[in-house]
């Protein structure tokens, strides 16, 4: 079965296609180094440089312009620290321990000619080793026991919730009432409104006065009638008596 580190995919994190390799003595005190103390004229090895990745661990492999053969590895577990050194006279130039497959060690100077090229490989393992810092945080929270406490909104036994849905309370209205303080009664079903109590005791008291108009104005037709009924008496009795002379007068 494959183990953890040869399931992670390795990913590049840097190339520069020029870099130089130089011998260095022997560390003689806890002093900084500096790469005046190298031979930077007549560098050792000139290769290629890539920087990779594979999971939280870095490598700084020196490879063959040409065939890409690898000439030597260093892997970095963390930066800044043993494993990559600055030296204290340049930024161009740093220290790098290198091992091979079955563990042994050594230190080598390496440089760049462009104050570029170093700025991208500080700058590629610094991004790297801060990824790694920032996933140990979040690794560790989420194994940290949440101890807030945390909101019940689960019912109890027991307990229940009542809903209303589609019902609503309805206003009451309220009746407007008279000055009197009588309210009025509403309309009968069908049936027409019914005049008021004080609007039949005013016909009852009236209806006298309006059958003595009309009697009053029959009584002046009749006048005026028995006016009109002489002339035709007078006009009849006129006939009669024209009629009479003719009856009266002899038969020959």
């Not at 963390?78 to 600055?86: D, K, L, N, Q, R």
Request: charged residues 25%; glycine residues 8%.
């Amino acid at each position: 079965m494959a183990s953890e580190g040869q399931l992670e995919y390795e990913s590049v994190l840097c190339v520069k296609p020029e870099v130089n390799v130089y011998r260095i003595p022997p560390r003689a005190s806890n002093r900084a180094v500096r790469a005046a103390d190298w031979k930077l004229d007549a560098p050792d090895w000139q290769g290629r440089m890539r920087v990779t990745a594979r999971g939280k661990v870095a490598y700084v492999k020196l490879e063959d312009k040409i065939s890409g053969e690898l000439f030597a590895q260093a892997p970095i577990d963390e930066f800044p620290g043993i494993a990559v050194e600055t030296v204290s006279d340049s930024s161009r130039y740093f220290v790098l321990r290198i091992q091979d497959e079955s563990g042994r060690s050594a230190f080598i100077g390496v440089g760049f000619g462009d104050r570029g090229d170093a700025f991208d490989f500080n700058v590629a393992l610094q991004d790297h080793f801060k990824w790694v810092k920032q996933d140990d945080e979040f690794s560790k929270q989420a194994q940290a026991p949440d101890n807030t406490p945390k909101l019940d909104l689960g019912f109890k036994e027991g307990q229940t919730i009542t809903l209303n849905i589609g019902q609503s309370k309805k206003k009451e209205r309220t009746r407007p009432q008279s000055s009197g303080g009588l309210g009025l009664l509403p309309p009968p079903p069908g049936g027409k409104l019914a005049p008021p109590p004080s609007a039949r005791s005013t016909n009852h008291n009236t209806q006298p006065a309006m059958g003595g108009a009309q009697t009053g104005f029959l009584l002046e037709l009749d006048s005026n009638s028995a006016n009109s009924v002489a002339p035709s008496n007078a006009s009849s009795t006129a006939s009669s008596d024209l009629w009479g002379d003719f009856d009266s007068a002899p038969s020959k």
